[in-house]
């Protein structure tokens, strides 16, 4: 997982600051090695460091380094000592946590991360010294004094066409790909002060490469410095990608998604805000492709998490009759990033969970949607009524017993995005559609609701038992405009039972109440609505501009003021006390807003847009970005994708 992804995922507006001032990224999460085999006495033979397009092994005589979708290569030490090691220095606090395949022997817990790794005795006096920089890989090389740069030479397998160019580089093919390492340089310290030596690479002809040293004073240290460059390397950079944020009482920020390496993997990453750091970052994955994508925390920082899982996922303590090869994950890690529990919830048909929650006595909430199979308890719907159906299921807070599961949905495909349950226990799912016979209750629309080419947004609520549906409406049918289509992306609940919905919807026929702007264009635009507690629609509003804009995340704060997210690619986006007042050099940005509790417009602004974080090579790709944004004023929110809409203080 790379810097450039977490910008990505996670960007802060502060409200509180001046408009002049430029908005800033939450913490990114570092780079860093850590050991991926054991030697001889336990000691560490191999470090590795993982980025997003490329990988790096070190071992005491070589540096192996894997490029996505253009094979390897390695670097050898030709001639290193036989007491060569490699050691992690700068130790960083956070650990890392592999739960990948349903073997537990292979899970590997508590890993240490290391900002850099020293090859010690490489040859005798000479140490070679790994880090990361902006993107890049530098090794430094430590010769003694009075030892001879000629002893080092370094010999590449992997690689054809290695030449210098004019500039001094070095050059070379691996398969598609060409990488640089750039020209060297050297310098001693004299007195305080760094001097440079001069220095350049020398290949000779049987392809080793060595450095040819000017004049220095051989009775210091000597320092030499390439610079393997990736700057011009893309790679296959997959779909890595962030889903949902949380926030916990100390303000510690988690993120959940899924990064590509053979296969999806789910991440879990913990970061300290005040410091820029990982508290721990936790994969989990099984044979198939897996993706997480909601998260919630709770008081004692420990992660709940939801998303889709493939056969081979690894269970702590599951559900008893579930499901072992695909379905919704449920699992629970504790405040380092451990599985407590983890279980799947589905049946042949599968299934993926999109959002959880959590009540005040620590209750699971999980929603998404689900084939045949799903193991139904209490329900308000028991059976599949055709395609994929949305679903509704709570835990206790062990995970050890299903307290309610019930499908929702009709003939066609129904999905649920986002859940949130109130202080009464009563839950409230949104979502979309495709069924014209969804369960309606109360419905503030009239029948029907979506074409075959269309959605339709869906809000229910269900009493605390999950058996009684309260309501159930169509959101924006998808029987009206060009290519039709409505999605409810985040709910949230306050405590009196109003439910708050977000979403994107490009239908003429929206249904609206009090807005603050009205009118679909050609193209989507969000939505805000406010439902009572018996489902009446109390506002109901749109919110973009006459380009594309969609809302992916809604959170209340304590005075339920409604807070959004979401993306645009317009420049004329309504503005109020904006932090960035345009797209600048980016095709779209994100966005932040807040309005007040009957729907009026109180602040609004994009905080910070893609050129920040690099820009990836597909539009569909940018706009997963700016899913999740993290908002503060005297306290701070997570908004995750599935919109949990819990709030939670900052110290």
């Not at 050691?87 to 592999?98: A, C, E, H, I, Q």
Request: net charge neutral; hydrophobic share 40%.
């Amino acid at each position: 997982m790379s810097r450039y992804l977490v910008i990505g995922l996670i960007a802060c507006a502060e409200f509180t600051r001046a408009a002049s001032d430029p908005p800033k990224p939450a913490p990114a999460i570092p780079f860093f090695f850590e050991p991926a085999e054991a030697g001889a006495a336990g000691a560490p033979a191999q470090f590795a460091l993982h980025r997003k397009n490329w990988s790096a092994v070190v071992t005491p005589a070589s540096l192996e380094v894997g490029l996505a979708g253009s094979g390897a290569y390695r670097m050898t030490w030709d001639g290193a000592g036989p007491t060569a090691a490699v050691r992690g220095l700068d130790r960083l606090p956070g650990v890392t946590n592999y739960f990948v395949g349903s073997d537990a022997s292979k899970w590997r817990t508590g890993i240490p991360q290391f900002q850099r790794v020293k090859g010690v005795q490489v040859y005798p006096g000479v140490d070679v010294d790994y880090y990361s920089t902006e993107g890049d890989l530098e090794y430094d090389v430590h010769i003694a004094p009075r030892v001879s740069p000629a002893r080092v030479r370094m010999r590449f397998d992997g690689v054809s066409g290695m030449r210098l160019n004019g500039e001094g580089d070095l050059t070379f093919q691996v398969g598609e790909t060409r990488l640089t390492h750039r020209r060297a340089t050297a310098y001693q310290w004299r007195d305080g002060r760094r001097v440079p030596v001069p220095v350049a690479y020398q290949v000779g002809q049987d392809g080793q490469v060595g450095f040819g040293v000017g004049e220095y004073d051989r009775n210091l240290p000597l320092v030499i410095d390439p610079v393997l460059s990736f700057s011009t390397y893309l790679g296959d950079t997959g779909d890595d990608a962030g889903q949902a944020i949380a926030v916990d009482s100390a303000g510690f920020v988690y993120v959940i998604g899924a990064t590509y390496t053979s296969g999806f993997e789910f991440f879990v990453a913990k970061l300290d805000p005040a410091t820029s750091q990982i508290v721990y970052l936790t994969y989990l994955g099984s044979s198939g492709n897996d993706k997480g994508t909601g998260i919630a925390v709770d008081s004692s920082g420990q992660a709940y998490i939801t998303g889709a899982a493939g056969p081979g996922f690894p269970l702590v303590n599951p559900l008893p009759s579930m499901s072992t090869s695909n379905g919704a994950v449920v699992a629970k890690l504790n405040a380092t990033g451990v599985l407590i529990f983890s279980t799947l919830i589905g049946g042949s048909g599968g299934g993926g969970g999109s959002s959880i929650a959590l009540d005040s006595a620590g209750n699971i909430y999980v929603a998404g949607y689900a084939g045949p199979g799903l193991p139904v308890k209490n329900p308000y719907q028991s059976a599949l009524a055709g395609g994929l159906d949305a679903f509704v299921a709570k835990l206790d807070n062990s995970g050890s017993s299903l307290l309610f599961a019930t499908y929702l949905g009709g003939s066609a495909d129904d999905s649920a995005n986002a859940v949130a349950v109130d202080p009464s226990g009563n839950v409230y799912v949104a979502g979309y559609t495709k069924s014209t016979d969804f369960p309606l209750a109360k419905n503030i629309q009239g029948p029907g609701g979506v074409t075959p080419s269309g959605s339709a947004g869906f809000v229910a609520k269900l009493d605390s038992t999950g058996s009684d549906l309260l309501y159930s409406t169509y959101l924006g049918s998808g029987s009206s405009g060009v290519s039709p289509d409505s999605v409810a992306t985040g709910i949230a609940a306050d405590a009196a039972g109003n439910a708050y919905v977000a979403g994107w919807t490009n239908t003429s026929n929206f249904p609206l109440v009090n807005p603050i702007q009205s009118g679909v264009f050609l193209y989507r635009q969000c939505f805000v609505s406010k439902f009572s507690g018996v489902g009446a629609l109390v506002f109901s509003t749109l919110f973009g501009s006459s380009s594309w804009d969609e809302c992916h995340a809604l959170s209340l704060d304590s005075s339920s003021q409604i807070l959004i997210a979401g993306f645009s690619t317009s420049a004329w986006l309504p503005l109020v006390d904006p932090v960035q007042t345009g797209l600048g050099l980016a095709s779209q940005t994100g966005f932040v807003a807040m309005l007040d509790n009957g729907g009026s417009k109180k602040r609004c602004s994009p905080p910070i847009s893609d050129r920040l974080a690099g820009r990836p090579n597909s539009r569909s790709r940018r706009r997963r970005k700016w899913r999740h944004l993290c908002y503060r004023e005297h306290h701070r929110i997570g908004i995750p994708a599935a919109g949990a809409g819990a709030v939670v203080p900052s110290r």
